[in-house]
């Protein structure tokens, strides 16, 4: 049984809810009910960055930085800003996670079958 009192994404897979430490960013990582390899969308990922990127702009330019000092700043502040981002974002627009598909869940007898198919 899934625990529902935990905070976080449910497996796509097996519906099992997965806690949100668990949860790699940017890394596969797997599901605790079930072992099933997962991932958060590149798009999700993407959409993150954008943000980021608007934020950490905004703020440098607002702090009056610019030219030079302003993409200095962008960079440097942009990991951490990201991480403060997904903190934030992740619970009220939680990524759609995705089964990933570098890692083959099928049975041995269902990968002959492909291979014959
Ligand atoms: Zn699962």
């Known amino acids: 049984m899934a625990d529902r009192s ?18 790699m960013y940017t890394e596969v990582f797997s599901c605790p009910s079930c072992a099933t390899g997962l991932q958060v969308p590149d798009f999700y990922k993407r959409r993150q960055q ?10 440098g330019y607002a702090a009056g930085a610019r030219g030079v000092m302003l993409i200095i700043i962008i960079l440097a502040a942009f990991a951490p800003v990201s991480g403060i981002v997904w903190y934030t974002t992740r619970t009220f627009m ?9 890692v083959d869940h099928s049975s041995p007898d269902e990968r002959a079958q492909r291979n014959d198919g």
Do not use: A, H
């Open 94 to 102: 939680p990524p759609p996670l995705m089964v990933n598909e570098t």
């Open 6 to 23: 935990v905070s976080g994404p449910d497996c796509p897979f097996c519906g099992g809810r997965i806690p949100w430490p668990r949860v």
């Open 50 to 59: 954008v943000l980021t990127f608007v934020i950490v702009t905004v703020v």
